[in-house]
């Protein structure tokens, strides 16, 4: 805690005597992201599973501390521009121990996440559009529920932001981020009617062969989007067609189908079922086939109702449904299915509000996994197989009850 405090106030101090010539008085910024969980399972065994998160939603399925760190100041102002730096630092801990895991092993990650310059007001003309060139978030889109970024270009490069275009806003950016992959993301946002709004995004990401013998694998990601105010929240519906190799996820690495093309569709949002009772949903299905002829579809469905009971106590059920076919050129095919409920009890500042935060929940959740008798590459699954090394609770044909609490916060 000592090396943030450190360097929040050497951010500070730089921000206050630097753009002194300026005759300007900084802003300072301190952002971040935060959550931590921790419980055990039937057996006795740590709970949690990251990645189910993505699967059956995130309520009692995240157990690792992870968290981000942002600081930032605006440095300079003249005239009607503001000159802004942005710094993130994330860290991630999977063990138990501040230093080492249980192995003695280092476990704890620190990576740059953001570090970029940006100006606002430059353009005489447009005074909300922004001139950006460093590491950086680029517009990233995602589903809370189960921590998703469906649109994720994220990296080192250059980019404008909002600038006015007929009714709506137009934005561009240039992206390294891999070694091996330039990204050109262009997007443009209007107005339908009133409470309503329509996104056009398209990413094409060119590679760059390493040797002259490398295919060249590029590709392409096109993004629908259509917003709408919907009884008390809102409702979202995303269309994307991704083709080619490595055209990014949502880490920014790798959508889409290799040499091959991929169609998604998600449908997600809040509304209000009446009174303090609410409901959040994702409901969104794949479709992949590439070049070779395999195939793959998947779907999921993630309802989150939730019923505020005082002014910061609210009561959650998540009920999470995944289900994953792969069917090879060969006829080889394999199946994967997983189910969710889980029950919390909340503590957060503004019970009537879904994006309250901190919350601090008390939750139990009980999972069902399966593997159906479809055998794969000619091997057939055992009943205790352990689909992609998940671990209890993910295994053929069996359940598991995990029991913890969970904290989570942004500011």
């Given at each position: 805690m000592k090396k943030v405090n450190l360097l929040l106030a050497a951010v500070v101090a730089a921000s206050v005597s630097a753009p002194a010539l300026a005759d300007y008085t900084p802003n300072a910024y301190f952002n971040g992201y935060m959550r931590a969980g921790v419980g055990v399972d039937k057996n006795g065994k740590f709970n949690g599973n990251d990645?189910?998160?993505h699967k059956v939603g995130r309520l009692g399925n995240e157990s690792n501390l992870y968290?981000?760190?942002g600081l930032g100041a605006d440095v300079a102002k003249v005239d009607d521009t503001v000159w802004t730096v942005n710094s993130m630092l994330a860290v991630q801990?999977?063990?138990t121990n501040s230093y080492t895991n249980l192995n003695?092993?280092?476990?704890n990650r620190i990576a740059l996440r953001q570090f970029n310059v940006e100006v606002k007001g430059l353009f005489e003309s447009d005074k909300d559009a922004k001139l950006w060139v460093g590491k950086k978030y680029v517009q990233r889109e995602d589903i809370h529920i189960n921590d998703w970024y469906y649109y994720d270009i994220s990296g080192t490069g250059a980019g404008i932001e909002n600038v006015s275009?007929?009714?709506?806003?137009?934005?561009?950016?240039y992206v390294q981020n891999a070694d091996n992959k330039h990204v050109f993301d262009t997007r443009y946002s209007f107005p339908l009617w009133d409470g309503a709004s329509f996104q056009i995004g398209n990413a094409y990401a060119?590679?760059?062969?390493?040797?002259?013998?490398?295919k060249q694998a590029n590709g392409n990601m096109l993004t629908l989007e259509f917003t709408q105010g919907f009884n008390g929240g809102w409702n979202k519906t995303v269309f994307q067609w991704k083709t080619g190799n490595q055209c990014g996820n949502q880490n920014g690495t790798a959508w889409g189908a290799n040499d091959?093309?991929?169609y998604d569709l998600y449908n997600f949002g809040e509304t209000t079922l009446g009174g303090d009772l609410h409901l959040f949903h994702v409901v969104d299905y794949a479709y992949k086939k590439f070049e070779s002829d395999d195939k793959s579809k998947v779907w999921r469905v993630v309802l989150r109702p939730w019923y505020k009971l005082t002014k910061m106590t609210r009561v959650y059920a998540e009920l999470g449904a995944y289900g994953e076919h792969n069917e090879k050129a060969t006829g080889e095919k394999s199946r994967d299915r997983l189910q969710k409920v889980t029950l919390a009890y909340a503590i957060t500042p503004d019970a009537g509000s879904m994006w309250s935060r901190p919350e601090i929940r008390f939750f139990a959740t009980w999972l069902h996994g399966t593997d159906s008798d479809i055998t794969y590459t000619g091997i057939k699954h055992a009943k205790d197989f352990d689909l992609e090394g998940r671990g209890t609770g993910y295994r053929d044909g069996t359940t598991d009850i995990q029991v913890g609490v969970q904290a989570e916060a942004w500011w």
């Amino acid at each position: 805690m000592k090396k943030v405090n450190l360097l929040l106030a050497a951010v500070v101090a730089a921000s206050v005597s630097a753009p002194a010539l300026a005759d300007y008085t900084p802003n300072a910024y301190f952002n971040g992201y935060m959550r931590a969980g921790v419980g055990v399972d039937k057996n006795g065994k740590f709970n949690g599973n990251d990645g189910l998160a993505h699967k059956v939603g995130r309520l009692g399925n995240e157990s690792n501390l992870y968290g981000e760190i942002g600081l930032g100041a605006d440095v300079a102002k003249v005239d009607d521009t503001v000159w802004t730096v942005n710094s993130m630092l994330a860290v991630q801990e999977s063990g138990t121990n501040s230093y080492t895991n249980l192995n003695g092993e280092n476990n704890n990650r620190i990576a740059l996440r953001q570090f970029n310059v940006e100006v606002k007001g430059l353009f005489e003309s447009d005074k909300d559009a922004k001139l950006w060139v460093g590491k950086k978030y680029v517009q990233r889109e995602d589903i809370h529920i189960n921590d998703w970024y469906y649109y994720d270009i994220s990296g080192t490069g250059a980019g404008i932001e909002n600038v006015s275009l007929g009714s709506g806003k137009w934005s561009f950016a240039y992206v390294q981020n891999a070694d091996n992959k330039h990204v050109f993301d262009t997007r443009y946002s209007f107005p339908l009617w009133d409470g309503a709004s329509f996104q056009i995004g398209n990413a094409y990401a060119q590679m760059i062969r390493q040797n002259e013998n490398d295919k060249q694998a590029n590709g392409n990601m096109l993004t629908l989007e259509f917003t709408q105010g919907f009884n008390g929240g809102w409702n979202k519906t995303v269309f994307q067609w991704k083709t080619g190799n490595q055209c990014g996820n949502q880490n920014g690495t790798a959508w889409g189908a290799n040499d091959g093309n991929e169609y998604d569709l998600y449908n997600f949002g809040e509304t209000t079922l009446g009174g303090d009772l609410h409901l959040f949903h994702v409901v969104d299905y794949a479709y992949k086939k590439f070049e070779s002829d395999d195939k793959s579809k998947v779907w999921r469905v993630v309802l989150r109702p939730w019923y505020k009971l005082t002014k910061m106590t609210r009561v959650y059920a998540e009920l999470g449904a995944y289900g994953e076919h792969n069917e090879k050129a060969t006829g080889e095919k394999s199946r994967d299915r997983l189910q969710k409920v889980t029950l919390a009890y909340a503590i957060t500042p503004d019970a009537g509000s879904m994006w309250s935060r901190p919350e601090i929940r008390f939750f139990a959740t009980w999972l069902h996994g399966t593997d159906s008798d479809i055998t794969y590459t000619g091997i057939k699954h055992a009943k205790d197989f352990d689909l992609e090394g998940r671990g209890t609770g993910y295994r053929d044909g069996t359940t598991d009850i995990q029991v913890g609490v969970q904290a989570e916060a942004w500011w």
